[in-house]
């Protein structure tokens, strides 16, 4: 087959090869989501992806006979090597992610590379994948290739897995999304908890505004800092990356998805739910993440009114300090139901998926399990000392 050589990647022409290279690798597997081209540049682009400014990274491409067949990113964030361990990052902790190999031979030798390269940067442990961070696109999938992701997960060849592990890979953590029937109502003790939270004038569940939009994103930032500061993986969100994040989602918000919840007039908890863009993306961005014109009118009119769409919840919080309590779950509940009725009701939902969430976030799979979801995809997370 030919000697695999990886270098590397540098320059204009060398990052456009980063990524054209996963378009054309995925091209033949129906469940894998051209993203516009535009974007998957921009975030792989210091300077324009707010991740790079505390962040050090090492892209590589493998060639072989001079066809590129294969990327890999090798990076170290900084703010993750000021995590505890006992969290998942901390120090002497690099990642490697964003992998893309047209045979296991490819993805050996790319994964040596960003191992080299992380231990030239004086790493003694990698826990990949990630791509880029924590919360963008953490984990290789291990369930659910028969059917596409929705927005802002990823969907990978079936025998990464297998090459990844035979590299001395060992799970650390397993991620799970959860799939429910949203035009079905939640069973009566879940509705016996709403309504008691209906009755209670301590509480109040309101829309996002979006006349305040950035006031309103930096808010729900907050909570969720605080809400995951003590879980598995956490680095903070710095406001940079607020402010990139809702630009990226502005188009996506709709009012009535995105819910914060008051306690005595205090925001303590949100739910943002966002409409699967990738179902559009499939029938509008063609195999290459180039529209068309026309495809590209046909996704801006979508975005304007996405009916029908499916929904995912990608981000839920409540702040530490209502952790574990019956409110918590209450509030939680009370989201939950709302944001059903009008995704429902106003954008002809059917399906909804929550996560991803932790296995072992026990309070966070009790809900997903009270509202009678199930798990539908699965990615894993691989540590190995260097």
């Known amino acids: 087959m030919g000697e695999v050589t990886v270098s590397p990647a540098s320059g204009k022409r060398d990052m456009r090869e980063f990524v054209d290279v996963a378009y054309r690798l995925n091209a033949g597997d129906p469940n894998w989501v051209a993203n516009l081209r535009m974007e998957e540049v921009e975030k792989f682009t210091p300077g324009k992806n707010p991740f790079f400014a ?19 990113s090798a990076h170290i964030d900084e703010m993750a090597l000021g995590q505890p361990i006992e969290q998942g990052m901390g120090p002497g902790t690099g990642n490697w992610g964003a992998i893309e190999a047209e045979d296991e031979a490819v993805a050996s030798a790319l994964i040596a590379a960003a191992e080299g390269w992380l231990r030239d940067q004086g790493m003694s442990r990698v826990l990949a994948p990630m791509n880029l961070s924590v919360w963008e696109e953490p984990g290789i999938q291990t369930l659910g290739f028969d059917h596409a992701p929705m927005v802002m997960m990823a969907h990978h060849n079936a025998r990464y897995q297998g090459w990844i592990e035979a590299l001395g890979y060992a799970t650390v953590k397993t991620l799970r999304t959860y799939e429910v029937d949203v035009r079905v109502e939640y069973p009566p003790l879940i509705q016996r908890i709403i309504a008691s939270g209906e009755k209670n004038p301590r509480i109040r569940i309101r829309e996002v505004v979006l006349a305040d939009f950035d006031a309103e994103a930096a808010l729900i930032c907050d909570i969720l800092n605080d809400a995951w500061s003590d879980n598995w993986g956490f680095v903070p969100f710095t406001p940079e990356e607020i402010a990139y994040t809702g630009k990226k989602l502005k188009p996506l918000v709709h009012p009535d998805l995105i819910r914060i919840a008051e306690y005595d007039g205090e925001p303590v908890a949100f739910m943002m739910t966002l409409p699967d863009l990738n179902q559009a993306q499939m029938r509008f961005n063609g195999r290459n993440g180039k529209p068309s014109p026309l495809g590209l009118l046909r996704l ?70 009270a509202i009678n979801s199930k798990v539908n995809r699965e990615y894993r997370i691989y540590e190995k000392a260097l």
Do not use: T
Request: charged share 25%; aromatic share 8%; hydrophobic share 45%.
């Open 54 to 72: 505390h962040a050090r990274w090492q892209p590589f491409l493998a060639r072989r006979q001079g066809k590129v067949v294969g990327r890999i």
């Open 300 to 369: 801006l009119l979508w975005l304007r009114k996405p009916r029908p769409a499916d929904m995912r919840v990608p981000l839920m919080g409540v702040r530490k300090s209502l952790q574990s309590s019956r409110l918590a779950s209450q509030l939680a509940f009370m989201m939950i139901e709302y944001i059903r009725r009008d995704a429902v009701s106003k954008y002809a939902a059917k399906r909804g998926e929550i996560g991803w969430i932790l296995e072992d976030n026990q309070g966070m799979v009790a809900i997903a399990d």
